[in-house]
């Protein structure tokens, strides 16, 4: 996916259309949101590490909520986000495992 903006240069994003194996976003409701949003993922066991992170559609990072790979469900607080479509990604060990799209009203 490619977003510009003007007078920005584009971000690039590569989002796997589904899981790669190494972990995946099984949920995450209420989408839209506005308060909290409760994430339930699939993480490897072996894994060593695990995070989630929230970017608005220009790449900009604006949450990134590290998880241990025995958790299986999250609630994050998105009310301190910007509102609009946000790219909520699964990283485990450094590599982008999923990806979704999450609304924040």
């Known amino acids: 996916i490619c977003i510009t903006k003007p007078g920005y240069a584009p971000k690039i994003f590569n989002l796997p259309m589904k899981s790669l194996g190494i972990g995946t976003i099984l949920s995450h409701t ?4 506005n308060g909290y949003v409760k994430v339930t993922t ?4 072996t894994a ?3 995070s989630l992170v929230i970017s608005n559609m220009f790449g900009n990072r604006e949450k990134v909520i590290p998880l241990s790979p025995t958790e299986k469900e999250t609630s994050i607080d998105v ?3 910007s ?3 946000h790219i909520l990604s699964l990283y485990v060990d450094g590599q982008l495992a999923d990806s979704s799209t999450l ?3």
């Open 30 to 33: 209420p989408n839209p949101a």
């Open 42 to 45: 699939e993480i490897p066991e």
């Open 48 to 50: 060593s590490s695990a």
């Open 79 to 81: 009310s301190s986000i």
């Open 83 to 85: 509102a609009g479509m």
């Open 103 to 105: 609304t924040r009203h």
